[in-house]
């Protein structure tokens, strides 16, 4: 049987919590494990791993009371290496979104988001994907395109790096890459991690920055 993907919810709002309770409750694969309204409760339960199992998907609030989602995001990552999150938050304001991706965010998706959405996005993630809003996206990648870049970048990828590293920008999944390229998923994966380890990134959105920034990926004109 497939393991359940763990899931932890941070979310002040009681009507969103159980919104999100009540949608994960019907999905037989996904369950949560936990759920807090403020990242310092959330934090400490990590430290009772008896009581609360570690997750692996953190869906979190950014518009926190206390210790904002932003600041906690450090804090997680440093507690649950192993724990992915996703940004869930009604911030759609461009600070915020490269803030979150910078400090570690691996998605980023918007309370308006269907629930379907967010389901979907949880499972990619666990996927190796970077769930993150249409509208989110196209920002992150105008705002990464017109920033100033490096003439000759430090990072050297091989030709099939680049490749994936290029359909990673567009959005694609590692499935679709594989089958676009005629390569096994497995292929992809080991690529994507070349590619991660030689950026020193962690997830897509910000390999793909980085990518930008040192001009490894070009501009459009």
Not at 114 to 129: L, P
Not at 131 to 151: G, V
């Amino acid at each position: 049987m497939k393991k359940r993907i763990r899931i932890m919810l941070v979310e002040d709002h009681p009507e969103y919590r159980d919104v999100i309770e009540i949608a994960l409750s019907k999905e037989t694969d996904l369950e949560l494990v936990g759920e807090f309204g403020t990242a310092e409760a959330a934090l400490r339960s990590l430290e009772d791993p008896a009581r609360h199992p570690k997750p692996d998907v953190i869906l979190l609030d950014l518009n926190l009371p206390g210790i904002s989602g932003i600041e906690a995001i450090p804090f997680f990552t440093s507690t649950t290496p192993n724990a992915k999150i996703i940004v869930l938050t009604q911030s759609d304001r461009e600070a915020d979104v490269l803030e979150a991706i910078h400090r570690g965010a691996g998605g980023y998706l918007l309370k308006s988001s269907t629930v379907a959405r967010i389901t979907e996005g949880i499972r990619s993630m666990m996927d190796g994907g970077a769930p993150i809003d249409s509208d989110i996206a196209n920002y992150i990648l105008k705002t990464l395109k017109t920033a100033s870049r490096q003439p000759h970048p430090a990072v050297q990828l091989s030709k099939r790096e680049l490749e994936i590293l290029s359909l990673l920008a567009t959005g694609q999944q590692k499935k679709e890459i594989a089958s676009q390229l005629d390569i096994s998923v497995s292929t992809v994966v080991t690529h994507v991690n070349h590619i991660y380890e030689k950026l020193n990134v962690a997830n897509a959105p910000a390999a793909v920055g980085k990518a930008y920034r040192k001009g490894i990926l070009p501009t459009e004109d």
